[in-house]
């Protein structure tokens, strides 16, 4: 049988411009990140190219800022076998930096769920999950968060699950399966 080798070659590929459909510019204060190439992309797929802008009553101007101590809020909710095919759960959720909406998402889930404080449970799990994340991103960027992030969702057996996580007889296949 013949030995398989691995050989990794690491190279240096120069500054970031690039990544994740953001573009990365460098400047005296830090990094002006824009998605301006990924949003004519959306628009062309979408058949808007040659649709005309309009004013809008939304505050275009605000920016965030190192010095500017934001609150990162994750708002939640979850349709519980919302699908009628299959059953499965929609959850969804939106992330304030500040007054920024900076991420959202809304896709369904791959188990089922036996009640709607399962799916909200989840939900809030992989919400924890994505703060956890955005946070370091936040911090390796210069610009942490100093306030706890807040986490709102809608479910009162989720929210008390998630307070005090007790494994009883309704629970404890909700918390087995979301921690392995």
Known sequence: MASLSSEFVMKDLGS?????????????GGLFLSQQKYDAEIIDRAGMSACKPTQTL??????VSSKTVADLVFYIDVDWGGCPDTRRLTSGYFVFLGDNLILW???????LSRSSAE????????VVSESCWIRNLLLELHCPVRKATLIYCDNVSAIYLSGNPVQHQRTKH???????
């Open 174 to 180: 909700i918390l087995y399966n979301t921690l392995f």
């Open 58 to 63: 939304v505050n275009t101007k605000p920016k």
């Open 119 to 126: 799916g909200e449970y989840r939900g809030v799990a992989n």
């Open 16 to 28: 970031l411009n690039y990544i994740l459909s953001i573009n990365v510019t460098r400047h005296e």
């Open 105 to 111: 998402s809304s896709k369904c889930q791959p188990t």
